[in-house]
């Protein structure tokens, strides 16, 4: 038994990457995860089969966190598989994790470009947590995950 046994964790772009090897120790400890992914249906399928053959407890959920409607539709996932008598799921961790990169110089970026990263790497964190808050247990934990481009210069981009 896991020292997370019993808890509900979602954890956005789990499908590969960091969020998978999140999504992976998470269930090790117990937890029931939400693999959520954006675009990679068999890749997300793959780290709930690899979690399930550990032996854990795991579901894959899409959304489009580019809207809060894509939010709303995750929680409504949420909701699904682990509402309580109200239909409402509680929430034990969230992990914002989903991210892309848009490898333009700042003469060619578009304002579509940037809008997809903004919604995604500000709005998206924003609203889960906002939307989650009221879900979260006793104990629970917020962890938002930033990337190293915060820190590392990349003169052309």
Do not use: W
């Amino acid at each position: 038994m896991g020292k997370l046994m019993g808890k509900i964790a979602l954890v956005t772009g789990a499908s590969r990457g960091i969020g998978r090897s999140i999504a992976l120790r998470l269930a090790k400890e117990g937890a029931s995860v939400v693999v959520h992914y954006g675009r990679s249906e068999a890749a997300a399928a793959e780290v709930v089969r690899e979690i399930q053959r550990g032996g854990g407890t795991a579901t894959a959920l899409q959304a489009d966190l580019g809207s809060v409607r894509g939010v709303n539709e995750l929680y409504a996932g949420l909701d699904r598989l682990f509402g309580d008598k109200d239909g409402r799921a509680p929430l034990d961790i969230l992990v914002n994790n989903a991210g892309i990169g848009q490898a333009s110089t700042i003469e060619d970026l578009t304002e579509e470009a940037l809008d997809e990263v903004m919604d995604l790497h500000v709005k998206a964190p924003l609203f889960l947590i906002q939307r989650g808050i009221g879900r979260m247990r006793d104990g629970g934990r917020i962890i938002n995950l930033s990337s190293a481009v915060t820190r590392i210069a990349f003169p052309n981009l």
